[in-house]
């Protein structure tokens, strides 16, 4: 176990595993789980962070800092700012269902946060058992767009094992989450991929903490290698604001057609000569993954101008 000294006491390297608050729970290298508090006015750990911490009397540790990260997953607040909840991810998986629940313009707007961040994103459609012979060519056709432009796509149920064993080779090895509105079936995921894997916070050695139970915000182990972070605020996952700029780097199938716009400062909406939509007219873009463009670019505008208005 990696140990260092400071201030004359021990300090450990471990895993940020679970979130309760006002305080952490962090797994040692040797797999004891501690619940561990935060110095005044530190910076709040999240699951998925490595930090360093010393073990205190009582049973209980002290956070003493948070190691550099490699990626940090935030969502939106009701007023658009960024919190923080999920650290050095290498993967996010967007879980759709077939129609009426699948949603290009929101598959798009988490495809945009993972290309901001430089994250793999993995797009599942999930309850594909739901799917019949009059639906299914359509939803695969909605798919293909994705395909074309490189996105990793799966098809899966928690009924068909071979979409479950695609979806955890996308994993093994890999930080992940699981993202996508509600009644995609996320939770059913979980549970197959993580095979009742649980972090037993009530039940580790005498050295371990046993105050807490069950938390929101927990990270597993998955069976062949990798890490899958659970969050009530990753599941429901909104945007945080973001600029117009960032809304055209987030559509990566954009760039190779934004060198021909007419204009320079072109945002692709309504300005003569431009390649994009030129592109959309020629089936080279997909019409649906314009039209979330639109949308995203008009929110994008209307924060920035009530920010400057201000």
Known sequence: MQKVKENNSETRSGLVVSYFGNSVAVEAEDGQVFQCHLRRNQELPVVGDTVRWQLETGNTGIIIAIQPRRSLLSRGDGRGRSKPIA?????????????????????????????????????????????????RPDAEGRLASY?????????????LPAGLQEVAGHLQGKTSVLIGPSGVGKSS??????????????????????????????????????????????????????????????????QVFIGGCKFRD????????????????????????????????????????????H
């Open 189 to 254: 995921i979980i549970a197959k991929l993580t095979e009742g894997e649980s972090i037993r916070i009530g039940d580790v050695s005498s050295k371990g903490a046993g105050k807490h139970t069950t938390t929101a915000t927990r990270l597993y182990h998955l069976p062949k290698g990798g890490h899958l972070i659970d969050s009530p605020g990753v599941r429901e996952f909104n945007l945080w604001r973001i600029s117009p700029q960032e809304v055209l780097r987030g559509f990566r199938d954009f």
């Open 266 to 309: 072109c945002r692709h909406v309504v300005e003569p000569g431009c390649a994009v939509r030129a592109a959309v007219e020629h089936g080279k873009i997909s019409a649906e993954r314009y039209a979330s463009y639109q949308e995203l670019m008009k929110e994008a505008e209307e924060h920035e101008n009530s920010r400057y208005s």
């Open 147 to 159: 395909r074309q432009i490189s996105y990793p796509v799966v098809q899966s149920s928690i009924y």
């Open 87 to 135: 650290a050095n991810l290498d993967t996010v998986v967007i879980v759709m269902a077939p129609p009426p629940i699948f949603s290009e313009y929101l598959i798009d707007r988490y495809l945009i946060a993972a290309e901001l961040l430089g994250i793999q994103p993995v797009i599942v459609l999930n309850k594909t058992d739901l799917l019949t012979d009059m639906t």
